[in-house]
């Protein structure tokens, strides 16, 4: 059984995650979406509400499950067996950070190759981080994220919003 991990911190899962799952799904046998627990940027979200989101974003794959994780991503997937390591690039930006992450990976242990997935030009722009900007701006983001996500992150920010105003 050939078995990947798809590495993140999901914060929160968009539409574009979602895609590079569906992708890996059809490549692997398995595929091991990693949330990772450890976050060494500022989540919005805690770990249990990024799995939520996670579980409701992937229902529709039965070959892909979620795991939560506080290692390293090289170590998780010797753990589990994993083959590859699944990493979703978006732009020329992207490739340069990926590239330094597969090599330290690769140094670490030669057997788990990193897979490198385009992502779709139609999600080419979307990020966590750009979600959330967005978001906190009251803007639109139908569409680009689940309906979860969306309701959490209007909920998220109307409450910001509140507590700003009661000052």
């Not at 990926?98 to 140094?107: F, L, P, S, T, W």
């Not at 897979?115 to 981080?129: A, D, G, H, N, Q």
């Not at 998220?156 to 105003?165: H, P, V």
């Amino acid at each position: 059984m050939k078995i990947a991990v798809y590495p993140g911190t999901f914060d929160p899962v968009t539409v574009g995650h979602i895609h590079i799952a569906e992708r890996a799904c059809r490549l692997f046998d398995r595929v091991v979406i990693a949330i990772a627990n450890q976050n060494y940027k500022r989540a919005l979200f805690n770990l249990e509400e990024r799995q939520a989101f996670m579980e409701e974003a992937i229902v529709h794959l039965p070959n892909c499950s979620i795991m939560v994780y506080d290692s390293l991503t090289v170590d998780l997937a010797r753990d589990i067996g994993a083959h590859a390591i699944i990493r979703g690039l978006r732009a020329v930006s992207d490739y340069e950070y990926e590239m330094q992450v597969a090599a330290i990976n690769k140094y670490l242990d030669e057997g788990i190759e990193t897979i490198f997935l385009m992502s779709s030009s139609e999600y080419s722009f979307i990020s966590s981080s750009m979600i959330k900007q967005v978001a906190s701006s009251n803007a639109r983001i139908a569409g680009l994220v689940t309906p979860g996500v969306e309701r959490a992150l209007k909920r998220k920010f109307a409450d910001d919003l509140e507590s700003l105003n009661s000052l």
